[in-house]
Every structure is written in C-alpha cells, then in structure tokens.
C-alpha cells in the first residue's frame, strides 16, 4: 500500500504555548513560523506515520518585543545556535487520544508524550482533502535548558517551569 504525505496549512494552523508569569497571571505565546509533515498509510488519514514538525524560534510572538528578545536569548532558547524546535515521532492511530514522540529543544532531545483529539477528514469547496488535530500537553522548560529565573522580593518565582503546549493543526493531503 502506497504512502500519503500530508502537508501543514500553516493558514488554517496555529501553534502557541503558556507560561504562569510571577505565578499568578499566564502569558500566551505562539510561533509564527512552522512547518510539518506526515505520511498515511494508504489515501485515509487513519494510521499515520513519519511525524516530523519544526517551529522557527525567531518567529516567537508573546506580543511584547522586549521578552520576545529575551526568550530568542541564550537565557531561554538561544535562537541563533538552536533556531528550530523539532517533534518527531514515528506513528499514530487518530483512534487513540495521545501520541508519544521526541521533542528537540536547544538540542536536548526528551520523550514526550501529548493529548490528541482528531477532528477528522474533510474535502474543502477547493477539492483539496484535508484532516485536523489538536494536539496537547505540558512541558518542563528547564528540562530542555530554558533555566533562567528570578526570584521576586516577596519569594515568588518569575516564569514556571511548565509550560503548556497548544497546537491547532490542519494537514492538507498531498497529490
């Protein structure tokens, strides 16, 4: 059986993420720039194989320049020697309601393990087949050496270690 590739419609995509700030409030992110790509088993998006997804780090957006600069920094992501964050995983079945995979961040690569919802397979009024997920979950910063923190006067930290990932993806199949 003939693999399908199925291409991301960064148009109809969005990839943002979350972080307590002073532990009592929560910044929103995104990344403005990503890519990814998977194959099918077959022309269904039923059991797919060869995830790979990429965001460019100096395309972040938290909607303040001075901490998008900050996190672009060695402090955090260190964008000029580690520009791209990378999940690769080798399959998954829309039936169940997570995938596991690797995330690379400033080239420290751990297992993950995120929530998936599938929302399905769509023809769209231009022909073109489509599928959609979200996918979900939390990450510990500092365990891909995004550290830097502060303490504040009255003891609380600055940013959380975790992180939550949000991502709205819609795939369009390949011809």
């Known amino acids: 059986m003939a693999a399908t590739k199925w291409n991301i419609d960064p148009s ?8 307590k700030h002073l532990m009592i409030s929560t910044v929103t992110g995104k990344f403005k720039v990503f890519e990814g790509e998977v194959e099918s088993e077959g022309e269904d998006f039923k059991k797919v194989k060869n ?11 938290t ?13 955090f992501f260190a964008a ?8 690769k995983a080798e399959s998954f079945d829309v ?9 690379t961040i ?9 929530d998936v919802d599938f929302g399905g397979v769509v023809e ?14 939390k990450i510990s910063r500092k365990d891909f050496g995004l550290k ?3 303490v504040t006067e009255a003891g609380s930290v600055v940013v959380s270690d975790q992180v939550r990932i949000n991502v709205e993806v819609q795939f369009i199949k390949q011809a």
């Open 124 to 137: 769209d009024p231009y022909g073109q087949t489509k599928a959609g997920l979200t996918v979900s979950g």
């Open 80 to 87: 000029e020697e580690h520009p791209q964050l990378v999940f």
């Open 148 to 150: 830097w923190n502060a």
């Open 106 to 114: 400033r080239n420290t690569t751990k297992p993950v393990t995120l």
């Open 63 to 75: 909607n303040n320049k001075d901490r998008d600069e900050h996190l672009k920094s060695d402090d």
């Open 95 to 103: 039936d169940s309601d997570e995938i596991q995979g690797e995330l």
């Open 51 to 61: 995830i790979e997804f990429k965001a460019d780090v100096k395309s972040i957006d």
């Open 12 to 19: 109809h995509s969005e990839v943002t993420f979350k972080v």
